[in-house]
């Protein structure tokens, strides 16, 4: 039990009759408890408010307003209803004490008074005041503590959210800043080396005509002298026959013919391979989709081949009707590059089927949900499909194919930023949609989507379009 010291509390003592108040005066002050006296209901009001104090001994009958009455005055008023209240009473009436007690009266001592019952009485009543203050006290600090707490913790969650915000951010920083740095070293490399072709290329190209002409003006000539000389010397026919004439004549054409296809062909890629890198274009322009996917597959052509038990992959494709498409060419084709590679890699990875990949493309509507940011109902949109038959994706690796650095494939193999930086040339750079579906063992689809109208439409393309 706490220690209470009396000299902390004032206590009033309220009767009619003086002699009670002396006698429990005295009582109080020997036991070093603070005293003030009233000898009325009113009085005693007017005390309580002139100094508060910690305790009343209250009459229960008196003259003018009785000990009920002034409890109930003082129960009233918030700033005095906390303060103990103990009638004093002399009558055994059950009623006055049961509606001391609801008045809300603590407790209560007969006359006549016994010294140390009033003491352990008003001790008791005292501790549990002070008790009670001190709980509340505790209480509402505990409260400040909860609410200290609470806000702490709503701040640590703040801080934790933008973290992650703060490092899926940086991720994304890092994979923009890859993807350039690979693209332009790739673009640079592609466009270097499409310029070296370039030249060599020319060169045969500018004279593949040429020979093939002043060799058939040269063998033209050679018959002239036939016909003016049908008798020629046996050193001639001898010649004739070792060169095997016309053997020579003909493989000489096949020659020519073939080079000059080569020749083509060497300028094909070389266009190919500029059209792909697009260096300069790093503008948003409006493009035959097609032709992007075709140069994608030309420099991939060298892995379609059949290597050892693996035949060559087989490129099915199901080309839709498509307009020209307003985008990022350079982008677009690397994402082409990237999912065509990985279809690649999947199908590798198999053996016993014929290797395809296939390639369809079409034209549709797409429905919208409407909102303040998409106040058009309908959306035309490309939609790009590539499917293989290779490996396939099973559900978990699925889930993180998109992230950054993820890869299945062995260190040093993969980056793992493929499929990253086409979500992110598709979804941020093109407002489009990339998704994948795959059965494992099986192949993979991949489904890319290009919105029409949601790239902004170079307004002077517009006007030419209407004249
Ligand atoms: N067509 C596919 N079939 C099966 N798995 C695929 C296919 N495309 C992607 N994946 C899986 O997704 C992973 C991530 O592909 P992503 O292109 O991002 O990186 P990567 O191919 O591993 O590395 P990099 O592209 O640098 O060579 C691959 O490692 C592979 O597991
Ligand atoms: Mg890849």
Aim: with cysteine.
């Amino acid at each position: 039990m706490s220690e209470i010291n009396p000299n902390d509390f004032l206590i009033l003592v309220v009767d009619d009759i003086s002699h009670n108040l002396q006698f429990i005066g005295n009582l109080l002050e020997e036991a070093g408890y603070e005293t003030t006296f009233a000898t009325s209901g009113r009085q005693a009001i007017e005390r309580v408010k002139n100094a508060r104090p910690a305790l009343v001994l209250l009459d229960l009958m008196m003259p003018d307003i009785d000990g009920i009455e002034v409890c109930s005055i003082l129960k009233s008023d918030p700033n005095y209803k906390d303060i103990p209240i103990i009638f004093l009473t002399a009558s055994h009436e059950t009623t006055h004490l049961v509606q001391a007690f609801q008045q809300g009266a603590v407790d209560y001592i007969t006359k006549p008074f016994k010294a140390e019952e009033i003491i352990v009485r008003i001790e008791n009543q005292l501790r549990l005041y002070t008790q009670e203050k001190q709980l509340a006290e505790q209480n509402i600090q505990l409260q400040k503590e909860i609410q200290h707490r609470i806000t702490v913790e709503a701040d640590l969650e703040e801080k934790a959210t933008q973290l992650e915000q703060a490092l899926k951010e940086l991720k994304s920083t890092q994979v923009e800043l890859i993807q350039s740095k690979k693209m332009s070293s790739l673009g640079q490399i592609v466009a270097g080396i499409a310029h070296e072709i370039n030249n060599p290329a020319s060169f045969i190209m500018g004279n593949i005509n040429h020979a093939i002409q002043y060799f058939n003006d040269f063998y033209h000539l050679v018959e002239l002298y036939q016909q003016a000389l049908p008798e020629s010397t046996p050193e001639i026919n001898e010649l004739i026959e070792e060169i095997d004439l016309d053997f020579l004549v003909d493989d000489w054409k096949k020659m020519m013919n073939s080079i000059k296809l080569g020749a083509e062909r060497l300028y094909q890629i070389v266009c190919s391979l500029r059209n792909f890198s697009r260096l300069g274009e790093a503008e948003i322009k409006s493009v035959d989709i097609h032709q992007g996917i075709d140069n994608s597959l030309l420099i991939l052509q060298h892995r379609l081949q059949a290597v050892g038990a693996r035949p060559e992959i087989k490129i099915i494709k199901d080309y839709g009707q498509l307009p020209q498409v307003m985008c990022y060419p350079s982008q677009l084709n690397q994402v082409f590059l990237y999912l065509l590679a990985n279809a690649i890699d999947a199908i590798e990875k198999v053996s016993g089927v014929m290797p395809t990949i296939t390639i369809r493309t079409e034209l549709s509507r797409e429905q919208n949900q409407q909102d303040t940011n998409n106040p058009l109902p309908e959306t035309d949109v490309v939609n790009i499909y590539i499917t293989d038959n290779g490996i396939g994706i099973n559900k978990k690796i699925l889930a993180n194919i998109f992230d950054p650095f993820f890869t299945t494939k062995p260190v040093g193999n993969g980056t793992g930023l493929g499929l990253s930086i086409s979500h992110q040339i598709i979804v941020d750079k093109h407002k489009g949609q990339i998704h994948c579906h795959s059965t494992p063992g099986q192949g993979t689809t991949f489904i890319v989507t290009i919105p029409l109208t949601i790239l902004p439409y170079s307004p002077i393309k517009y006007q030419d379009s209407r004249g």
